[in-house]
């Protein structure tokens, strides 16, 4: 996204929860937004609590758009008590998510827990879509000077998602039916839009026993695995230990990125390489 004009003078200020939504309200609002994150880079959206200077700039806040993520629960209460004026909508409105897998269920998202949704809809290129969608209808609610523009770099960010929704397919066109390790399950939209299976290492949140690291590390061996993803959020300490058992390797792959669709690259030639 180089070469985006800096927010001018009476620029919308948009709160977002996470980096890779300020990419997308960037994109289609341009110099006519002044978008402010959340969750800083390597905090995790699970726990996040917002510090007070924050807080403080929600009183002069047109638009909070969420997205899902868990401390949204406790806190989107709170951010509209600040501002009863300030808009709040669901970036992911009319996205239906999938429920979480822990290992030893991703063969079956029926054996997942039906009540825990998978909030990583912005790792699919066509659910990205939807979250513009969802974002241009939010960003004319509250500036409609302005619709005309934010519906061109809409329109034009669409036709670049389409764009790295057909390289990707092109990249993973032999690898359907890989198996990619994880630590958290952050990648389960990717996957099944691609044809993949992911096989997270934590369990509810929590490192593996030792009894189920074994599990994985034959689970790893019999489907050939020889890298393991681990995200800057999270403890590396499984990945790398699974890693040895398997004379394999740990590659970070930060799910929050703010550079969402060159991320989404580079995780397709990832476990393109793995595969081979």
């Known amino acids: 996204m180089q070469g985006l004009a800096s927010p001018v003078a009476g620029a919308m200020t948009v709160f977002v929860s996470i980096e890779p939504q300020k990419y997308i309200v960037q994109h289609i609002g341009r110099q006519w937004v002044d978008v402010r994150v959340m969750v800083p880079p390597g905090a995790s959206p699970h726990t996040y609590e917002p510090k007070p200077a924050q807080m403080a700039a929600l009183a002069d806040t047109r638009l909070f758009l969420s997205i899902g993520v868990a401390f949204e629960d406790a806190w989107l209460p709170r951010f509209a008590a600040i501002n009863p004026g300030m808009r709040i909508a669901a970036s992911d409105q009319d996205i239906k998510k999938l429920p979480i897998t822990g290992h030893g269920n991703h063969h079956d998202a029926s054996q997942a827990d039906p009540s825990m949704h998978d909030p990583h809809i912005w790792l699919s290129p066509p659910l990205i879509k939807i979250m513009a969608d969802n974002t241009l209808e939010a960003l004319i609610a509250v500036d409609p000077a302005h619709a005309d523009h934010f519906k061109t770099h809409h329109a034009s960010l669409l036709r670049e998602l ?107 030639e990832a476990i393109m390489q793995a595969a081979r």
């Open 162 to 268: 389409d764009t790295l929704d057909r390289q990707i397919r092109e990249l993973l066109a032999d690898a359907a039916g890989t198996r990619f390790m994880v630590f958290h399950p952050s990648w389960g939209y990717f996957a099944k839009t691609y044809g993949l299976i992911q096989v997270p290492i934590e369990v509810g949140g929590k490192e593996p026993k030792p009894a189920q690291l074994q599990h994985l590390i034959r689970e790893a061996r019999a489907a050939g695995i020889k890298v393991i993803f681990a995200q800057p959020q999270f403890s590396d300490r499984s990945a790398q230990v699974i890693a040895q058992a398997i004379d394999g390797s740990v590659i970070v792959a930060d799910p929050l990125a703010f550079d969402l669709m060159n991320n989404l690259l580079r995780q397709a």
